[in-house]
């Protein structure tokens, strides 16, 4: 069932920062994106902004980082996942379309990648060390794992919404709509299907993050792999 330790204490002390870190730039990143290629949604709702009180969802970027981070205390590695308060974009408002609803759904995840990649340099660099390794390690991680999960073709995701330009209209407006349960959806995800999309979004972003830093990311956080 893992044990406490102060290596635990410290991994969940740093992957509540990271989490707390990339998802305000991939916020800020996702609603400016959207605003410069038309719609001022992002801009009505105040979001092109690293305050976290315009993005903090109490579930998804308190109650679900907490529930993970406790996990990570005890060295049981949970899937790194959050999401912020929903933004919605109006695809009405983009200039050229479906283009830039492509481009604004990819904002997101393209930021936490980038984050994960630039983090994963970093520690290619070799001047990083003891407990600032650990960090940037657990950064780099983090961050790919934000960048996958979002990806997935859940309502209320980004993924979601590329999968719904694919749709006919009346199963588009559906599934979109259907982001209202995302909390269902996120608690589905961790609780569920655990087993299969853990392991999905763990090859993805175990190879993200060990090709940019050109390490094995989870051994160095002493977690099994």
């Known amino acids: 069932m893992g044990n406490f330790t102060l290596l635990g204490l410290r991994l969940a002390v740093y992957l509540l920062a990271s989490l707390f870190v990339g998802l305000a730039i991939r916020e800020y990143t996702?609603?400016?994106?959207t605003a410069r290629l038309g719609d001022p949604t992002p801009r009505l709702w105040g979001r092109?902004?690293?305050?976290p009180r315009a993005w903090f969802d109490p579930f998804g970027s308190g109650?679900?980082?907490?529930?993970?981070a406790l996990l990570w205390a005890v060295q049981l590695l949970m899937l790194p996942a959050a999401y912020a308060k929903p933004a919605p974009i109006?695809?009405?408002?983009?200039?050229?379309h479906p283009r830039d609803l492509i481009l604004a759904s990819l904002a997101g995840p393209g930021a936490s990648l980038a984050l994960g990649i630039v983090a994963g340099l970093l520690i290619r660099t070799g001047v990083l060390g003891g407990d600032l390794l650990l960090a940037?390690?657990?950064?780099?991680?983090?961050n790919a794992s934000l960048c996958i999960f979002h990806?997935?073709?859940?309502?209320?995701?980004?993924?979601?919404?590329l999968v719904a330009m694919l749709l006919p209209p009346h199963a588009r407006e559906l599934y979109r709509n259907a982001?209202?349960?995302?909390?269902?959806f996120v608690l589905v995800i961790l609780f569920v299907l655990l087993t299969t999309l853990f392991s999905i979004v763990a090859v993805f972003a175990g190879a993200?993050?060990?090709?940019a830093s050109g390490v094995s990311c989870l051994p160095l956080l002493q977690f099994p792999t």
Do not use: E, M
Not at 48 to 51: K, S, V, W
Not at 136 to 142: D, G, L, M, R
């Open 30 to 33: 996702r609603a400016w994106v």
């Open 90 to 96: 109006d695809p009405n408002n983009l200039r050229r």
């Open 151 to 161: 990806l997935l073709p859940v309502p209320g995701l980004d993924g979601a919404r």
């Open 208 to 211: 993200i993050c060990n090709a």
């Open 136 to 142: 940037v390690v657990t950064f780099a991680y983090v």
């Open 48 to 51: 092109i902004t690293l305050q």
């Open 179 to 184: 982001d209202r349960y995302l909390a269902l």
């Open 63 to 68: 109650f679900v980082p907490a529930l993970i």
